[in-house]
């Protein structure tokens, strides 16, 4: 007889509300808050209704982990959140060598979908997350997300409208649609004891790589497209408030995105 197929993913089916958790640690001590991560962080959320979406190395910086999480909606992240943080014993028990890594866990983002909120960004993944037990190199995937800044509500707004006209059709034609567009979720903030940034307007690209190589080629085909360089990247560069951020992000051994 045949094994029974990987269970699939647990947590919530729709992301309504996305956080983009960028941790920065202290001087060695990745590898460290990965393992207590992959080990004690992830089954333990998605068992108060999170999604662990996914957890990753900044390749820009070897001090930097990022993680994003989902929830259903504003009211289920307060009930979520609390539920973790406040009663969960895998926090009680582990929260405090996680919290020993770090020097700022405060850089957040909290998102939407750039769409209908209804709609699921992140599709689920044909297999399931590697067990525990996973033997083996890390993925060789790559996942970056490009974050820009737009001066207020309006423009944010306009540019959600030029990003799905313009852009997105390019980066699909490119070889690499995005897998989740966010925007900012402009909701107060429902479980204060963990900050989130204020007062930006922001809509983040997170798109997944294959490989290095993957990506290589999708900027060499993005930048062949005709009026790519010409139209499309100085009209952005024209609406954002300031210089964006992309993050290149390599996954750990249990990232679900990959």
Same mark, same amino acid.
């Given at each position: 007889?045949? $094994?029974?197929?990987?269970?699939?993913?647990? +947590?919530?089916?729709?992301?309504?509300?996305?956080?983009?958790?960028?941790?920065?640690?202290?001087?060695?001590?990745?590898?460290?808050?990965?393992?207590? #991560?992959?080990?004690?962080?992830?089954?333990?959320?998605?068992?108060?209704?999170?999604?662990?979406? &996914?957890?990753?190395?900044?390749? &820009?910086?070897?001090?930097? #982990?990022?993680?994003?999480?989902?929830?259903?909606?504003?009211?289920?992240?307060?009930?979520?959140?609390?539920?973790?943080?406040?009663? !969960?014993?895998?926090?009680?028990? !582990?929260?405090?060598?996680?919290?020993?890594?770090?020097?700022?866990?405060?850089?957040?983002?909290?998102?939407?979908?750039?769409?209908?909120?209804?709609?699921?960004? #992140?599709?689920?993944?044909?297999?399931?997350?590697?067990?525990?037990?996973?033997?083996?190199? $890390?993925?060789?995937?790559?996942?970056?997300?490009?974050?820009?800044?737009?001066?207020?509500?309006?423009?944010?707004?306009?540019?959600?409208?030029?990003? !799905?006209?313009?852009?997105?059709?390019?980066?699909?034609?490119?070889?690499? $649609?995005?897998?989740?567009?966010?925007?900012?979720?402009?909701?107060?903030?429902?479980?204060?004891?963990?900050?989130?940034?204020? +007062?930006?307007?922001?809509?983040?690209?997170?798109?997944?790589?294959?490989?290095?190589?993957?990506?290589?080629? !999708?900027?060499?085909?993005?930048?062949?497209?005709?009026?790519?360089?010409?139209?499309?990247?100085?009209?952005?560069?024209?609406?954002?408030?300031?210089? &964006?951020?992309?993050?290149?992000?390599?996954?750990?051994?249990?990232?679900?995105?990959?």
């Amino acid at each position: 007889m045949s $094994p029974s197929p990987a269970p699939v993913p647990t +947590g919530p089916a729709s992301c309504g509300v996305v956080e983009l958790r960028q941790y920065t640690l202290l001087p060695g001590r990745r590898a460290e808050l990965v393992d207590l #991560f992959d080990r004690h962080f992830v089954e333990s959320q998605e068992e108060v209704g999170m999604r662990v979406v &996914g957890q990753f190395l900044d390749l &820009g910086s070897p001090d930097r #982990f990022v993680w994003l999480r989902a929830f259903p909606d504003m009211a289920a992240r307060a009930e979520s959140l609390a539920a973790f943080y406040l009663r !969960h014993p895998a926090w009680r028990e !582990h929260g405090a060598a996680a919290n020993a890594t770090m020097v700022d866990s405060d850089d957040v983002l909290l998102l939407r979908p750039a769409t209908d909120p209804a709609t699921d960004v #992140f599709p689920r993944p044909a297999a399931a997350r590697p067990p525990l037990d996973a033997a083996g190199a $890390p993925p060789s995937s790559l996942v970056t997300a490009a974050v820009h800044h737009l001066a207020g509500p309006a423009e944010l707004a306009e540019f959600v409208e030029f990003f !799905h006209t313009r852009v997105r059709p390019a980066l699909t034609a490119a070889g690499a $649609p995005p897998v989740a567009v966010l925007r900012t979720e402009p909701a107060e903030n429902t479980f204060p004891r963990l900050p989130v940034r204020t +007062g930006e307007h922001v809509l983040v690209s997170i798109t997944a790589f294959r490989d290095a190589g993957h990506h290589r080629d !999708h900027l060499d085909r993005l930048a062949a497209l005709p009026g790519w360089r010409e139209e499309v990247v100085p009209e952005i560069t024209r609406r954002l408030a300031r210089r &964006g951020q992309l993050l290149r992000l390599a996954p750990t051994p249990r990232s679900l995105l990959r």
